[in-house]
């Protein structure tokens, strides 16, 4: 199975600072179709989770753009370009190339 | 508008089956795939299984011995099946489709 490495766990920021969320693949994500399929997560407390980001770096209808992806193969980030009070939770990357679909283990990000 | 609902026991006793159903609405089972997504209480998610438009199945290599997902296209639903449950699942499950339509989760605690 595909091992995701999210780093860091735990992530301090101020409001307005940018922050960046690191996930790294056992194997690459490349499908054999020609499209990367890893995808961003945010899971605020009490809640299930909402999808972000798929395909690397597109943004799910309604997500601010001051949230971004990119990547490729093995290695990809999410970044925060100014967060905000509502940007606090859980972020999991995911992949959904290969079988079985694999999660990072998350980050939490939270108010410095 | 998609909608997603899980139901089923809210406890189980140890080394019994749980069984839980999703009810989707807003969408074709035979077009949409349907998955299963776990989380202990504080802990991150993990990717059960899911079910394919086609009808075909992939598990979770480590619970794929004792899981089970099937579906009823005439009625919207999915079902999942695991048996000899134990104190480490308990959790709240998910139902989810395309990571971007999600249930509220409902929670099994496993416990005598």
């Known amino acids: 199975d595909v091992v995701l490495t999210q780093t860091p766990p735990t992530l301090s920021a101020t409001i307005g600072q940018s922050v960046s969320i690191s996930c790294r693949s056992s194997q690459s994500l490349l499908h054999s179709n020609g499209n990367t399929y890893l995808n961003w997560l945010l899971q605020r407390p009490g809640q299930p989770p909402q999808l972000l980001i798929y395909l690397v770096s597109r943004l799910e209808s309604g997500v601010p753009n001051r949230f971004s992806g990119s990547g490729s193969g093995t290695d990809f980030t999410l970044k925060i370009s100014g967060v905000e009070a509502e940007d606090l939770g859980v972020y999991y990357c995911?992949?959904?190339?290969?079988?079985?679909?694999?999660f990072g283990a998350g980050t939490k990000l939270e108010l410095k | 508008q998609v909608q997603l609902k899980e139901s089923g026991p809210g406890l189980v006793q140890p080394s019994q089956t749980l069984s839980l159903t999703c009810t989707v609405s807003g969408f074709s089972l035979t077009s949409n795939s349907v998955h299963w997504v776990r989380q202990p209480p504080g802990k991150g998610l993990e990717w059960m299984g899911g079910?394919?438009?086609?009808?075909?199945?992939d598990y979770n290599s480590a619970l794929k011995s004792r899981l089970s997902i099937s579906r009823d296209t005439s009625k919207s639903q999915v079902f999942l099946k695991m048996n000899s449950l134990q104190t480490d699942d308990t959790a709240i499950y998910f139902c989810m489709a395309a990571l971007d339509y999600w249930g509220q989760g409902v929670m099994v605690t496993v416990s005598s």
């Open positions: 995911v992949q959904s190339t290969h079988a079985p679909y694999t």
């Open positions: 079910i394919w438009g086609d009808g075909s199945t």
